[in-house]
């Protein structure tokens, strides 16, 4: 997950929407911390399960962290001003499903799945935005798929 992590960490934009799909402890705050932390190496991540959102101001970048697991209303995530984070940063969000209606649609999705000790993530762009990261991403795997 590290080496992936630095890998989109180097090519992603400063604004953009990912949706990060896969069950219960497939890995989905780990490849996020795996990012953050390419971009702060001694950054604490913790898993935003109940405080719906972490953000983070590195250098010039935002970064939005959302964990929907306990997602309960759009009046929730309108009261803490979730919804002027998106298009406003890179926006990583656990569960996406759970917030299906409230949440803008998402430029690149990431499905990871449970394979013994590994995880295979399947790379999926929606927008142009997403399908220019597919493109850089290239040089690290041509299939749209990793195994970390
Ligand atoms: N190759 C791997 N990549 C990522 N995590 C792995 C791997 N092998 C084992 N693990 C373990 O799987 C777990 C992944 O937990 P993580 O919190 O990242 O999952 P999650 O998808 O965010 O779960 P949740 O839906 O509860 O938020 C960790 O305990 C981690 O140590
Ligand atoms: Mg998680």
Known sequence: MRSLGRAMAAILPD????FLYGELGAGKTTLVRAIIQSFAKKQTVRSPTFTIVEPYEIDHRR???????????????????????????????EWPEKGAGFLPPSDLDFQITIKDDTRLIHLRANTRVGEAVLLSSRGVSATRQFRC
């Open 63 to 93: 970064i939005y962290h959302f964990d929907l697991y306990r997602f309960v209303s759009a009046e929730e995530l309108d009261f803490i001003g979730a919804r002027e984070y998106f298009g406003a940063g890179i926006c990583l969000v």
């Open 15 to 18: 604004v953009i929407t990912i």
